[in-house]
């Protein structure tokens, strides 16, 4: 559970003060990827990256405001992907650590054990994404900082709130039901909701 983006979000309001922006934040990137999950060699989106990113950018920039903070979580989607590459290729790279593994275990010594292996990976992955995420963390202020004031007047004009972002992110709570009735409510009730806007 120390991996979710509920329990970041958590942290973080502990940490801010700020429960709504940053259980709205984390809440959105819980159901955005619950659909995929980590199942045999599957490297699942790294959601506490974007998390951690939308909620450290949204806190300087003090957009907490639903509307603005979906520009900055749309912005920050990306590092979901980008970190889910970096794990692929730190695991390819702690191949060699698996096969000095398996000629530790055929003659035991004390040098190649699983201890000082696991301490070498964590001592290479650490830095490693610390400078990742705070290069990716910089571009994204420097985009936010480009995109909020364009759009900051016409965005504080919508009336957004944090369930109606949370309901965009549920469709992957639902894609992760692998039922087509439901995928066939969301369409329906999807169609009414425009409907009835339009109506309106």
């Known amino acids: 559970m120390l991996d979710r983006p509920l329990t970041l979000g958590f942290v973080w309001g502990l940490l ?45 920039f003090s957009a907490t405001k639903p509307a603005l903070a979906a520009v900055v979580m749309l912005v920050s989607l990306p590092l979901g992907r980008i970190f889910a590459q970096l794990e692929r290729y730190h695991r390819q790279f702690e191949n060699d650590s698996y096969n000095r593994l398996v000629r530790w275990a055929k003659t035991p010594n004390g040098s190649l054990g699983p201890a000082s292996l696991t301490r070498r990976s964590v001592l290479f992955m650490i830095p490693g994404n610390a400078v990742a995420f705070a290069a990716a963390l910089a571009i994204l202020m420097v985009i936010t900082s480009l995109l909020l004031p364009r759009f900051e007047s016409l965005l504080e004009a919508i009336p957004l709130k944090w369930p109606h972002l949370w309901v965009v992110a549920s469709i992957g709570a639902l894609l992760s039901l692998r039922h087509r009735p439901a ?7 999807v169609l009414l909701a425009v409907l009835s806007r339009s109506l309106a």
């Not at 819980?30 to 990256?49: K, N, Y």
């Not at 995928?183 to 009730?189: D, E, F, I, Q, S």
Request: aromatic residues 12%; proline residues 8%.
């Open 16 to 60: 801010t003060g700020d429960w709504a922006a940053s259980l709205g934040v984390s809440l959105f990137f819980e159901l955005l990827w619950l659909d995929i999950f980590p199942a045999g060699t599957i490297i699942p989106p790294h959601s506490l990256a974007p998390t951690l990113a939308s909620l450290a950018t949204m806190q300087h």
């Open 183 to 189: 995928y066939a409510v969301l369409l329906v009730g």
